[in-house]
């Protein structure tokens, strides 16, 4: 995105550029969900190259959060710690069952660990804070002046030619992130017989247009883009969601829960001030949390050796040379090894029984 934003030229140039990105993509959402074919293309990814998608954002977040590690080393390991001691080790799991203290520690891990590295930080000079106070108000109008289509001018019929190879590398980003949600969203309803999570990859497309395309017409275009999952965030709130309805009644108020507080404390300087230093810990957090939940799931999710292998170099694929290689590599690789084991239509992970997740006949 920034190479691709740099060769049209700093400022309004490379405004405009993001803004006929950001309509040729919502453009592509748009139409993949009226016609459904957003629905049929997902369908027919087979188990095997959705395990490699998830495996390949594992290692890529891993692989991250390592070379982060080296900026803060000492601030990073006891968060990491903290939050993998709270939300995964199986002693803890254990004595959570009768110790109210750990039940509500491993709820609030993430909040608990961004703690730790307000402490650890400062005391070993990692971490600088610097707490103000008062009222905190964005410039909204500045803002919306500087980048906004409406102010700034829209772009010319070229860059939106230009805009057409660079939405469809940013498509096949978001059908990853699309895998890994279903996965995510199939994995906890196993957990949670008693709710139903509703996963509708139509609505998915309808959704993605009306959040991009409405943050073009509202607050102009946003660079990272809006897309269907903060997957560290997301596994949290999974991981609290499959120990019951004490931890987490619905996932649907889980997520609005999360989100809500942030609407007030934006507005409040201490808050603001307290979180921009440990913003590398925070988005530390949610990338190991993606790292991990996504190195067990796509584990799970094939059995045999020829899958297993074949998972592993589609991830690595994927992260070595980018998503458009990796799913080229991936569809090219099934056929050549996988397609005759059985149709190449593929099942839900959520839906394969176990004779057919170790290789057995149905």
Request: hydrophobic share 55%; proline share 5%; glycine share 8%.
């Amino acid at each position: 995105m920034l190479v691709y934003l740099d060769r049209a030229g700093a400022g309004i140039p490379a405004i405009q550029a993001m803004t006929a990105l950001t309509l040729v993509l919502s453009a592509m959402f748009l139409f993949f969900a009226v016609t459904g074919l957003g629905q049929v293309f997902f369908k027919w990814i087979p188990i095997e190259l959705r395990a490699g998608i998830v495996l390949g954002a594992a290692v890529a977040a891993i692989n991250g959060e390592l070379a982060r590690h080296a900026t803060m080393p000492i601030t990073l390991s006891v968060v990491w710690a903290v939050l993998f001691m709270l939300l995964f080790s199986v002693w803890v799991q254990q004595f959570k069952e009768t110790s109210k203290f750990l039940r509500t520690a491993a709820s609030l891990g993430m909040l608990i660990g961004l703690l730790a590295a307000a402490v650890v930080g400062p005391l070993t000079g990692e971490i600088k804070m610097a707490i103000e106070w008062g009222i905190f108000i964005p410039d909204f109008g500045a803002a919306i002046r500087a980048v906004s289509p409406f102010y700034v001018g829209w772009p010319s019929w070229e860059m939106f030619v230009g805009a057409v190879p660079m939405a469809l590398l940013v498509y096949i980003i978001v059908f990853g992130d699309l895998v890994l949600a279903t996965t995510l969203a199939g994995d906890a309803s196993r957990k949670r017989p008693d709710e139903t999570i509703d996963v509708d990859i139509t609505r998915m497309h309808y959704t993605l247009f009306i959040r991009n395309f409405g943050q073009l017409l509202t607050g102009g275009p946003f660079v990272p883009m809006h897309g269907p999952i903060w997957t560290g965030v997301t596994v949290y709130l999974y991981e609290k969601y499959k120990e019951g309805r004490k931890q987490l009644d619905s996932i649907h108020s889980g997520i609005g829960n999360w989100y809500w507080p942030a609407y007030f404390l934006v507005f409040l300087a201490p808050a603001v001030s307290f979180m921009r230093p440990i913003l590398p810990v925070a988005l530390s957090i949610t990338m190991i949390l993606t790292g991990f939940a996504c190195a067990y799931i796509a584990m799970r999710m094939v059995t045999t050796p020829t899958s297993q292998g074949y998972a592993l170099l589609v991830g690595l694929v994927l992260v070595r040379f980018g998503p458009a290689w990796g799913l080229l590599v991936g569809f090219v690789l099934f056929v050549l090894l996988l397609v005759q084991r059985r149709q190449m239509i593929a099942i839900p992970y959520d839906n394969i029984n176990l004779d057919e997740r170790s290789g057995k006949s149905s």
